[in-house]
């Protein structure tokens, strides 16, 4: 059984940080690309940042280029979203996808084998 669960959503601060985490099991985690994706009310799902399996191809949206770290672990196959200062447009649910790739040259949508639930994340003061 495949499984992508996040967690480490909650409400921040504006400016403030907070990491997310993606828990990965029933695949070999250290073989597939990885990517954080988030969903606002009313908006369509949009990439937030994207991983190749170890680690050497990392890409930003360009609304969170500066602010937010993708890395991973895969000796505890587990992803993370480090997010700095938070701004009135991040809040969103984050969610963590997965692809059956090393590497994704031409990332879209359909590029992800698997998806998690989702963690939210909230800004306010």
């Known amino acids: 059984q495949v499984q992508l669960v996040e967690s480490g959503g909650g409400l921040v601060q504006p400016g403030g940080s907070l990491r997310l985490s993606c828990a990965a099991s029933g695949f070999t985690f250290s073989s597939y690309a990885m990517s954080w994706y988030r969903q606002a009310p009313g908006k369509e799902r949009e990439l937030v940042a994207d991983?190749?399996?170890?680690?050497?191809?990392?890409n930003y949206a360009d609304s969170v280029k500066g602010r937010f770290t993708i890395s991973r672990d895969n000796a505890k196959n587990t992803m993370y979203l480090q997010m700095n200062s938070l701004k009135p447009e991040d809040p969103a649910v984050y969610y963590c996808?997965?692809?059956?790739?090393?590497?994704?040259?031409?990332?879209?949508?359909?590029?992800?084998?698997?998806w998690g639930s989702g963690t939210l994340v909230t800004v306010s003061s």
């Open positions: 991983m190749s399996n170890a680690g050497g191809r990392r």
């Open positions: 996808a997965a692809a059956r790739r090393n590497t994704i040259v031409e990332v879209t949508i359909a590029s992800w084998d698997y």
